[in-house]
């Protein structure tokens, strides 16, 4: 029969992602502008991506350059999807930027939301806490905490809520409400989230359904329902291929979620960043081959790569 290659065509760029990079593509193409186009943090973790829009003019900087700045008037800086914390809008404008901000209108309203939240917890004498379910570092993570000053209990898993826990940093007799980063797996929150009400209900010694009564703990659902979508059809095209070429870049979290769901259901999953990462070995001649990415991975890259494999067996 030979081998054959599908792409996902769920998979790639999120409407977030794309709304940013069309942003900066119609300032890089304005002929009216003779300025570059600064980026705080990469506005795609995909290296090819990257270099594409650098060769556009493009130039990506990081929080340390724009310490370092003293004088930024009449330059634009773009505020990627993954948004940023206040003080990065006063530290900008105070240089001079104009600013482009593309954060993802859901990030958006996560940050208003636990701005809200927080408000509310610490209103008349109330003293409750928040935790966001998130990889430490990650930029919509530190945008997250960066609304409460700080005030907020950043854990990636279980493992980490339990320590957070045991260490008394999380105070189970007090109010809890929980946020999730947008781009993190629905099922690994759910986990976290029940394991969270069962310590709080047996701490305050109720079953489990009497304490959902109480209303000491609150699960705000703020996973993205296009990421939490991708990752049931992202399972069923796992499963329906006998190899899966996962392609996205390696620093990005949201593909490292999704190569591991692959992972979890298909063995032979194998994670690239570009055609120059395929290996004719990986394959069989009969193979059924399934091409995804995260939801920073341009659709012509995937492209690319089911392309150079159907090359391999010409």
Known sequence: MGISVDIDSNSGFCAGVIRAINKAENFLGCQENSRKLFSLGAIVHNESELHRLEEKGLVTIDNDDLAEMRDASGETLLIRAHGEPPATYGRADGLGFRIIDCTCPVVLKLQKDIRETYTRLHSDG?????IIF????????LGLVGQ?????????????LEEAIDSGRVDLEKPVEIFSQTTKSPAEYADVCAMLEERMARENELPVERFKGRKMLVVHNTVCSQVATRHEKLSRFAT????IIFVSGKVSSN??????????????????????ELKKEWFRNDDKVG???ATSTPKWLLEDVAEAIRNMYR
């Not at 329906?240 to 190899?243: A, L, N, T, V």
């Open 291 to 293: 091409v995804c990415g």
């Open 240 to 243: 329906e291929h006998d190899i």
């Open 148 to 160: 409460v000053d700080g005030d907020a209990i950043v854990i990636e898993n279980i493992r980490m």
């Open 134 to 141: 998130g990889k430490i570092g990650h930029a919509e993570v």
């Open 255 to 276: 593909g490292k979620v999704l190569c591991d769901l692959c992972k979890s259901l298909n063995i032979r999953t194998y994670h690239i960043a570009s055609t120059d």
């Open 126 to 130: 109330h003293d409750g806490q928040i």
